[in-house]
């Protein structure tokens, strides 16, 4: 019988292929893509996906090793930076590795545990957990249309 911890880990793996996916057929040049006015870019969705992965990695579930400057969360708007597609997936996988191996140390009870931030208030481990799993998987719908119908 597999562990909480297991099958959270099996869900949220099975949930980001759907961004991972998008990420094998990208070129530099998608990077820049936008849909109409929108303000942010295709970079821009990448790059905040690995920040916000790393947040949670620090400030959900308190891997004190995980060092991040989240720029999209504290810029709140693309800068036009995140154009260097070789730098963005070295970036993502490091978000990837922090989150999974945090992740992997919780035990059954750990779920259940209450955390506090401020962008969404006390949730359980496992209601926060469910978060970045929806985030991860809106922010990939939005880069699906913005490389499918956008421009550069």
Avoid: C
Avoid at 49 to 60: H, M, Q, S
Wanted: net charge negative; charged share 25%.
């Amino acid at each position: 019988m597999k562990t909480t911890t297991n099958l959270m880990l099996e869900m949220w793996i099975e949930s980001r292929t759907r961004f991972t996916k998008l990420l094998a057929n990208m070129t530099e040049y998608d990077l820049a893509k936008k849909l109409g006015d929108s303000p942010n870019s295709a970079g821009f969705l990448i790059r905040h996906i690995g920040d916000v992965e790393l947040l949670f990695a620090k400030n959900v579930f308190g891997d004190s090793s995980v060092r991040v400057v989240a720029k999209t969360v504290i810029d709140q708007k693309d800068t036009g930076e995140w154009i260097h597609l070789e730098e963005l997936k070295a970036y993502l996988e490091e978000s990837f590795e922090k989150l999974h191996t945090i992740v992997s140390q919780q035990g059954d009870a750990d779920w259940e545990q209450s955390i506090s931030t401020k962008e969404f208030g006390t949730k359980t481990k496992a209601e926060a957990f469910g978060r970045i799993v929806s985030h991860t998987a809106y922010h990939a719908g939005q880069l699906a249309i913005v490389l499918k119908y956008g421009q550069a």
